[in-house]
């Protein structure tokens, strides 16, 4: 019997990503993660970010910033500028500045150094996340 095929694995993975069961989708979180290449699996991974348990924006955040550079960086970004009001989005931040803070990922620099242009909501992200890397612990 054959492996199966990435593209049906991907579709598996998706499934199971919009299970109702919260540990089904966040074990197929970094599975996502291995797929950044493909559409589908950032555009879930970004989805994820508005899930309704913090532990799956906080783990999709994660992988974004870890396996989808710029292009997945901005993703957190743009959504955390939207929720700037909102305290559960405070915890993809605080971990987007561990990951930078800790040299893991240098998401301010790989977005600064990027060219891209930012969307409002990205660049008052940014700022913010600046802030907190220069706040006292």
């Not at 555009?43 to 913090?54: G, K, N, S």
């Not at 929720?83 to 500045?97: F, G, I, S, V």
């Not at 561990?98 to 660049?123: F, H, K, T, Y």
Request: aromatic share 2%.
């Amino acid at each position: 019997m054959n492996p199966p095929s990435e593209r049906s694995r991907l579709e598996d993975i998706l499934v199971r990503s919009r299970s109702s069961d919260g540990l089904t989708r966040v074990n197929a979180i970094p599975e996502l993660g291995d797929f950044m290449h493909d559409v589908k699996a950032r555009d879930r991974l970004t989805e994820l970010l508005d899930d309704e348990i913090v532990t799956m924006e906080v783990d999709a955040a994660e992988v974004l910033a870890r396996k989808g550079g710029a292009t997945g960086i901005l993703a957190v970004l743009e959504v955390l500028g939207r929720r700037r009001d909102d305290p559960d989005a405070d915890y993809m931040a605080y971990r987007l500045n561990e990951l930078d803070a800790g040299g893991e990922v240098p998401v301010v620099e790989i977005v600064e150094s990027s060219g891209r242009e930012l969307s409002d909501n990205a660049a008052v992200a940014l700022r913010n996340l600046k802030a907190l890397r220069h706040s006292p612990r």
